[in-house]
């Protein structure tokens, strides 16, 4: 590729273009050449253009693969806000640079884990519930009338489930709280775990050791029910769980259950059905707080995943080592 006049597809939702905030984004990218603004969804829509181009930024659709880039021979560079293993494949084959932002939503997510870890034992959710409602009860015989399941973060025993980005950055948030952490993740690398100071622990010892577990492992094929009926069990009495993943690294069943039996708190912000269906009864049931797949969902965090795709564009141009390269290695990180 040249690093003048490119021909660059941006194939993104049609509201990136209109949202002010990331205006200066696609000003950086016009610096760079020629940009296309599409929001192709088939691959029969966006070929044409991915034809044109020497680079595209898109999101992860439509899967882009080896018989595309077969009709594509001018593409060099392949930048992606989340990939799939089918695309990454492709281009790794096809000698395409591909670089990918999924951890762009990590800092926010974290924040949100944070968030509803602290929701969660000092049930300010059921508070505010209550207070809108007009039916809160104010404290009259003190202490007798303290709740002993509102408690505090600091000191408690926490897990997390899953220790990539966002598990890391949400131990760094937890370091003022002085909890005790247990973290579950078999792939980890020694070094990350030395840098963070965390000691990898079984699942098992996470989950019964803790008074707050938080589910942010990544979404594949491996960790699909990896909190299944008997691990569900195996939660301490009285424990938040907090879900800042995905609903299907839980079996929701069993969680359901032992809620309904007021043995845990829930605090979700993803669901196995999205939308959450109106006649849910996760809307009703007491013990579980919803929010609404909002945990990384901040304009920072959009900005956050342009700046790491045009910043890794930049390197490509240079023939410098970029920031968020996908390479083989990572494939199985990925879902299909």
Same mark, same amino acid.
């Given at each position: ?64 693969? @080896? ?40 800092? @926010? ?46 000191? @408690? ?27 579950? $993740? ?82 979700? $912000? ?41 910043? $890794? ?24």
């Amino acid at each position: 590729m040249s690093p003048k006049n490119l021909n660059i597809l941006v194939n993104l939702p049609p509201t990136f273009f209109t949202v002010p905030q990331l205006k200066s984004r696609f000003q950086r990218l016009a610096k760079l050449g020629t940009v296309r603004k599409r929001s192709f969804i088939t691959p029969d829509e966006i070929i044409k253009d991915l034809m044109w181009a020497n680079a595209v930024v898109m999101w992860s659709w439509p899967v882009v693969t @080896a018989e595309m880039l077969e009709k594509c021979p001018a593409l060099g560079f392949m930048g992606q806000i989340n990939t799939t293993q089918r695309t990454a494949k492709a281009c790794i084959a096809k000698k395409v640079a591909i670089s990918e932002a999924r951890h762009c939503w990590s800092p @926010a997510v974290a924040e949100m884990a944070l968030t509803l870890m602290l929701a969660g034992l000092r049930k300010t959710s059921a508070y505010h519930v209550a207070m809108k409602a007009g039916t809160e009860k104010w404290v009259g015989d003190f202490p007798a009338d303290i709740d002993p399941m509102e408690r505090e973060l600091t000191g @408690a025993a926490v897990g997390i489930v899953g220790f990539g980005r966002i598990g890391q950055r949400l131990s760094e948030l937890l370091k003022p709280f002085n909890v005790t952490l247990r973290v579950f $993740d078999p792939y980890l690398p020694k070094p990350v775990a030395a840098h963070y100071g965390v000691k990898p622990a079984a699942l098992s010892d996470v989950l019964r050791n803790s008074d707050v577990v938080v589910l942010c492992a990544a979404n594949t094929e491996e960790t699909n029910h990896l909190v299944g009926a008997k691990q569900v069990a195996m939660l301490r009495k009285n424990a938040v769980l907090v879900n800042v993943g995905r609903s299907s690294l839980i079996d929701m069943k069993a969680l359901e259950a032992r809620v309904r039996k007021g043995e845990l708190t829930a605090m979700l $912000d993803v669901f196995d059905k999205e939308p959450l269906e109106a006649d849910s009864p996760l809307r009703s049931m007491n013990g579980v707080f919803c929010t609404p797949h909002r945990a990384g969902g901040l304009l920072s965090s959009v900005q956050r995943a342009l700046d790491m795709l045009i910043g $890794d564009l930049e390197l490509n141009l240079k023939k410098n080592k970029r920031l968020y390269e996908v390479t083989e290695k990572m494939l199985p990180c990925f879902p299909e």
